[in-house]
Structures are given as structure tokens and as C-alpha cells.
């Protein structure tokens, strides 16, 4: 078969490998071309709870958040297309020690124009009168955030980039990368591509394809499980999604359709080798404990029946915030990696960013915090709740 040639090559079809697709078109790249091995958004981010929210205590998670949350609130206007997005508010609580932090983060909200606040137990049963406090410290609230649909954004995305001229390939698994001096060749069972421009946006399967470069990123593999739960009284689409960080896992949780309540955790979660190895399998152990957890934060989920159960992979790196740009001694070589469980809300500027970056262009909000070697060079970003997907 013949070599293909493109000027920019992205691999993944996810959220991130068709927004960047989108942004590279929109700033004026030519024969842009992504390869998905099976469909749209197959992998990991079909799994999202995709939560968009702003609470932030890093300044760049905190700034890429907030401009992001505006893309999301007004996609139609501003990129084109149903995103499913849900307005819902929410609500963050956590124990006494984490006041400080919490209100300086409301403080860096606010000055980026977020309404947020802390609140009382009673105001903020107001918004969720299900919820109880008894265990808790401080109640912060940020009405702007929400939730939107993982499937509809990324094919939104992938439906743009395509009216821009980008030739989408499904079904073409990248099975070899070799690194050139001016181009790069990707290999497939449809033939080679090459490209003087290859972006790496496969989450979890990235260091699959970097092996075979001799590459290698810093990001471990791990297992997430969320699970619906459902009880007599309907769960209302208008409550707030909410963060408990008085829990081990830091759960959280938020309406679903149905009149459920979807919770995930913002914990490690379980280590594995391949996330191919993924089945929706939620054990009863989990889902036992997440309902003591539950329960002590919501009384009336005390005989909760789970309806559904699912797992997803995440790709951490070792400080919990995402490989984003060059790959360092590689021209022509990018990575959009280890976004550990808050990819989703922030790839509509982070998207963007590298977009301009890889076409040299300065980026309207820096992604330099973000970069592939900064472990190397003992430059980790640090939040002030520790190391988590919350940082």
C-alpha cells in the first residue's frame, strides 16, 4: 500500500485528539488527519462523568477550568454543536483543616468572575435538601458548574474539524511509530502515514505507541468504577453535583437521568497493566462501600439500590496534572497525556493551547506548567489538598 501524508497526525479519537483536530483547523493547519482504531470516543473518555467544574487550587488547572466552563456553558455559540450540557451547581465540603485552602481558592474563583462562596449548613440545604453535615467543616458553593455529555462533545468536536477539511479515520489502529529527522511514520494495516507533525492523544494505550520509538511517559494506569444508585424519592436534575472531601475516596456525585444519582471517587483507584483489560465489573464490595459513604452524607440513601456500575481508565502521572505539549529532543513530536481523571473540563482551552503551540504560534492561556519533562527538571505542581484529581 502506499505511504499517506499529512502535515499534522494525530493518534487517539477521543475528546482530546478531536478537539485538537478542531483547534488545529480553526488556526489555519492544512491536511490535518486523525486516526482512532475503533470509533469515536471509545476509549477512556466514554467513561467520563464529565463534570466541568472550577475549583481549582493550582492557578493553571484553576484558569484552563474557568475558560473552559465558558466554552462548555455556550458550545453552540462558540464552537457548534449539542454538548447535553446540564447547569446544575456545586456544592464542595470538606473537614475544618481544609478551610483555608478552600476559601483562598473561592477568593481565586471569584477574581476570575466564578460565583463562589461558603455557605451554611442551612443555605446549603437549600440547594440539596437531602444532604447532612454533621461531620463537616466548611461548605463552599459554585453555581456556574455542570456536567456534559462525554459522546456528544467529542463527536460536536470531530463534526467541526471535519467542515474545517480534517479527514478523520476510524477503525485505523496505529501499530508502530518511527521517529524521522523531518517526518515521522506511522504504521497501520491501512498502510503508513507520515507526518512532520504527530500529536500522541491515546490516553492510557499512549505509552503503547511510544514503545516502539523508545519513548516512554511518566503516567501509571489505573481502574475507576462509578455506580448509580437509586432510591424511592427521584433524585433531582436541578441539585447540585457534589465533592466530599471528608471521605478516604474523595467521592463525588451528581444527577443522572432516570432520577438516580451517579457517584465516582477521586481516589488512586486500582492499578492494572493494560486497560484493555477493562470490563464494567463493579464488585459488591465497592459498591457497599460507596454506600456507607453515601448514606453519611445522604440519609435517605440508606436502602439505596444500585441500578447500574461501570469502570474507566485513568492515566496519572506522578503529581496528578497532565503531559501537554513537545516531547522534549523530538521536533515535530506532541503529547496530550495523564490527565488523571480531569481531562474532560479542561480540554476545550487545553485543546486549544496545544493547538497553537504545534503550530508556533503563543497560546491565549499558557501550557507550560504542564510540560512533558517537568519531573526531570523536579518542577511537580502541587495543590493545596495534596495530590489528587481535586489539586
Known amino acids: 500500500m502506499p505511504t499517506q501524508t499529512a502535515d499534522y497526525l494525530i493518534l487517539g479519537g477521543g475528546l482530546y485528539g478531536a478537539a485538537i483536530a478542531y483547534n488545529l483547523a480553526r488556526h489555519g493547519a492544512q491536511n490535518v488527519v486523525m486516526l482512532e482504531r475503533k470509533e469515536l470516543c471509545a476509549g477512556g473518555t466514554a467513561k467520563s462523568c464529565a463534570i466541568v467544574r472550577?475549583?481549582?487550587?493550582?492557578?493553571?488547572?484553576?484558569?484552563?477550568?474557568?475558560?473552559?466552563?465558558?466554552?462548555?456553558?455556550?458550545?453552540?455559540?462558540?464552537?457548534?454543536?449539542?454538548?447535553?450540557?446540564q447547569r446544575t451547581g456545586?456544592?464542595?465540603v470538606g473537614p475544618e483543616a481544609h478551610r483555608q485552602p478552600m476559601e483562598a481558592v473561592f477568593r481565586a474563583q471569584n477574581a476570575h468572575g466564578i460565583d463562589t462562596a461558603v455557605l451554611t449548613p442551612a443555605e446549603a440545604r437549600e440547594i440539596h435538601p437531602l444532604l447532612s453535615f454533621h461531620d463537616v467543616g466548611v461548605i463552599g458553593y459554585d453555581s456556574f458548574t455542570g456536567y456534559a455529555d462525554p459522546h456528544l462533545t467529542t463527536t460536536a468536536y470531530a463534526r467541526r474539524a471535519r467542515d474545517l477539511g480534517v479527514t478523520i479515520r476510524t477503525h485505523t489502529p496505529a501499530t508502530g511509530l518511527r521517529l524521522g529527522h523531518r517526518t515521522h511514520t506511522v504504521h497501520t494495516p491501512a498502510g503508513d502515514?507520515?507526518?512532520?507533525?504527530?500529536?500522541?492523544?491515546?490516553?492510557?494505550w499512549t505509552n503503547a505507541l511510544a514503545a516502539a520509538a523508545g519513548l516512554e511517559f511518566p503516567y501509571e494506569t489505573s481502574r475507576h468504577k462509578v455506580i448509580t444508585l437509586k432510591i424511592a424519592r427521584a433524585y433531582e436534575p436541578h441539585w447540585p453535583?457534589?465533592?466530599?472531601?471528608?471521605?478516604?475516596?474523595?467521592?463525588?456525585?451528581?444527577?443522572?437521568?432516570?432520577?438516580?444519582?451517579?457517584?465516582?471517587?477521586?481516589?488512586?483507584?486500582d492499578p492494572i497493566a493494560d486497560a484493555d483489560t477493562l470490563t464494567d465489573h463493579v464488585d459488591m464490595a465497592h459498591?457497599?462501600?460507596?454506600?456507607?459513604?453515601?448514606t453519611n452524607r445522604m440519609p435517605a440513601f440508606v436502602e439505596a439500590e444500585c441500578t447500574a456500575g461501570w469502570t474507566g481508565p485513568y492515566d496519572i502521572t506522578p503529581d496528578w496534572n497532565p503531559l501537554l505539549g513537545p516531547v522534549p529532543g523530538v521536533a515535530g513530536l506532541f503529547v496530550a497525556v495523564g490527565f488523571s481523571g480531569h481531562g474532560f473540563k479542561l480540554a476545550p482551552t487545553l485543546s486549544d493551547a496545544l493547538a497553537q503551540t504545534i503550530l508556533g504560534q503563543t497560546p491565549a492561556l499558557s501550557i507550560a506548567a504542564y510540560a512533558a519533562d517537568r519531573f526531570a527538571r523536579g518542577q511537580l505542581l502541587r495543590g493545596a489538598y495534596g495530590i489528587g484529581s481535586i489539586s
Open 54 to 85: 472550577t475549583h481549582y487550587s493550582i492557578t493553571a488547572n484553576l484558569v484552563h477550568a474557568v475558560e473552559s466552563l465558558k466554552i462548555f456553558a455556550d458550545f453552540d455559540e462558540q464552537v457548534g454543536g449539542d454538548v447535553g450540557w
Open 90 to 92: 456545586y456544592l464542595i
Open 193 to 204: 502515514f507520515q507526518a512532520a507533525h504527530v500529536i500522541l492523544a491515546a490516553g492510557p
Open 241 to 269: 453535583i457534589v465533592k466530599d472531601l471528608t471521605t478516604p475516596d474523595k467521592i463525588y456525585f451528581r444527577p443522572e437521568t432516570g432520577g438516580v444519582v451517579l457517584v465516582g471517587t477521586g481516589d488512586h483507584g
Open 287 to 294: 459498591v457497599e462501600r460507596i454506600d456507607r459513604l453515601i
